[in-house]
């Protein structure tokens, strides 16, 4: 009786033969991999030639078969397979496959493609996103840590990860993947630091990490072979609420300030070096250059420079900024202030350096006390005060009066000469859209980005822009950004925006 069941339905096959389409599954996430299997059962089996699916090109293909033979007759299967990547929802059409010059169609297959959300449901691996804070203000550096964990046990070849978008923050890591074993885990760790730019609602969509782990499958002549299959594993994804600063400040943290000199007494018209430093922990990287102004003194500024460090999550840093300051008579530095919002009060602070006082020889004060004693000499000025003024006009070094003159000279030139040049050289700003005049100064893209930020809801090419500034910034892209062509199209589109309310 059993081998007549199994007769009866080998005659079936071989009389009514059957196609099949399936896939491993049918919703997937947004870049994960569709692997579509045809199944054709008969003696002569010709599959459709497959270069893509919907549009979406075949990545990999193979195939497999089985033979079944009883009283002579021979069934054979063939399963041809296609991986391929979609990433929006489709419909796999219907494919004709000839069958013992039959055809035979199979039919069509609905992929949905979703949003990546955190997988679950796999043991042997998972992939999480945890920050220190989920509201802070803005310039307040919020720590995030990407922590993947493996089964030991879990044989792995290879691991790709793929960091996720964080629009509208400034990002700082270190790039160190901090692995350890944690019981029966392997577990990565990175750690980002996130410096937001603008108040508002923020999502950070899941960080993905593609697995790859050998699979077995027969080729063409049946023949076992090994290959490398690919999952991807999302996590959670995260929001971060971004309040303004309070009082107009943009910085925000814990800080000290300190000033310094090389000497506080010298001749006249030789330079003073002060070096400002500022060091603490918050985005040290938006703070502005200082300025420093002395009556009667002349003040040359360098630019500061900033080293920058994480260190326990935490965005630390230091500003150095160095000042030369020549003047011909003694003078008081006043004290620098510098204001931000502090983290640990929750109040606006203002922090300053210590006045320093400059004592400057042989200058204006010099010569005013000569004149008085000239003046008493008049009135029968003792002997000993006649050596006084000959010590007060005598000089160490004939050559250095003429340095100092010539010193005098060039900073006169250069004082008288500097309102000329920069009229030259400034270009006019555009009086009707000042940001335009900046945007065509902008020095980098981490500029540009901020000055476009405050643009994004004006026109849709500009959050386009804003897209491919992140990308050069964070994800180490190098889209080309002609900032002329982009101040250009600002202008008419703010000029086509005050048309569009006038109508």
Request: aromatic fraction near 8%.
């Amino acid at each position: 009786m059993k081998k007549f069941l199994i007769s009866i339905c080998l005659i079936s096959v071989s009389l009514f033969a059957t196609v099949e389409a399936t896939v491993d599954k049918t919703e997937v996430v947004r870049g994960d991999e569709v692997t579509l299997n045809l199944k054709a059962s008969g003696e002569d089996i010709q599959f459709p030639p497959i270069n893509d699916i919907a549009g979406y090109p075949i990545e990999s293909s193979g195939q497999s078969q089985s033979i079944i033979s009883i009283n002579g007759k021979t069934t054979k299967t063939l399963t041809n397979s296609y991986t391929f990547t979609p990433l929006k929802s489709i419909t796999i059409p219907s494919y004709k496959i000839e069958v013992d010059g039959k055809i035979e169609e199979t039919e069509p297959i609905d992929i949905k493609v979703v949003s990546a959300s955190a997988t679950t449901g796999d043991p042997s691996f998972s992939l999480k996103m945890i920050v220190n804070k989920d509201e802070a203000y803005v310039g307040e550096p919020v720590t995030l840590k990407i922590v993947f964990k493996q089964k030991r046990t879990e044989r792995v070849e290879g691991l790709r990860f793929e960091e996720p978008k964080f629009s509208g923050f400034w990002v700082k890591t270190d790039g160190k993947d901090r692995k350890q074993v944690v019981g029966d885990y392997i577990v990565h760790n990175l750690t980002y630091v996130l410096i937001p730019q603008q108040a508002g609602e923020y999502k950070i969509p899941p960080a993905k990490v593609a697995i790859a782990k050998m699979a077995h499958m027969r080729d063409a002549f049946s023949f076992m072979i090994q290959s490398l299959r690919w999952k991807n594993i999302y996590s959670n994804e995260l929001n971060i609420k971004v309040k303004p600063l309070p009082g107009g400040v943009n910085v925000y943290g814990k800080f000290d300030i300190t000033a310094s000199v090389d000497k506080t007494t010298v001749n006249a018209n030789e330079p003073v070096n002060l070096t400002l430093s500022l060091s603490g922990s918050g985005n040290i990287d938006d703070i502005n250059d200082f300025s420093l102004k002395i009556d009667g003194a002349t003040v040359f500024a360098n630019k500061a420079k900033r080293n920058t460090y994480l260190e326990n999550g935490e965005y630390k840093g230091r500003l150095v900024q160095k000042f030369a300051i020549v003047s011909d008579k003694s003078y008081t530095i006043p004290p620098i202030k510098f204001t931000y919002f502090d983290r640990d009060s929750n109040t606006i602070k203002t922090i300053q350096t210590k006045p320093i006082q400059i004592e400057v020889k042989g200058g204006v004060k010099t010569g005013a006390v000569s004149h008085n004693l000239v003046q008493s000499s008049k009135s029968d000025t003792t002997q000993e005060s006649q050596k006084e003024i000959k010590t007060i006009y005598k000089e160490k070094n004939p050559l250095q009066k003429w340095i100092y003159l010539a010193v005098g000279i060039f900073l006169g030139f250069l004082l008288a000469s500097l309102p000329r040049l920069i009229r030259f050289r400034a270009p006019k700003e555009d009086k009707e859209y000042p940001i335009v005049y900046r945007i065509k100064r902008a020095k980098n893209d981490k500029e540009l980005l901020k000055l476009l930020l405050s643009l994004e809801g004006k026109h849709p090419k500009i959050k386009e822009i804003i897209n491919l500034l992140e990308e050069n910034i964070y994800m180490g892209k190098s889209h080309k950004i002609d900032k002329k062509r982009v101040a250009k199209d600002i202008q008419l589109w703010l000029t086509q925006d005050e048309e569009d309310e006038d109508l």
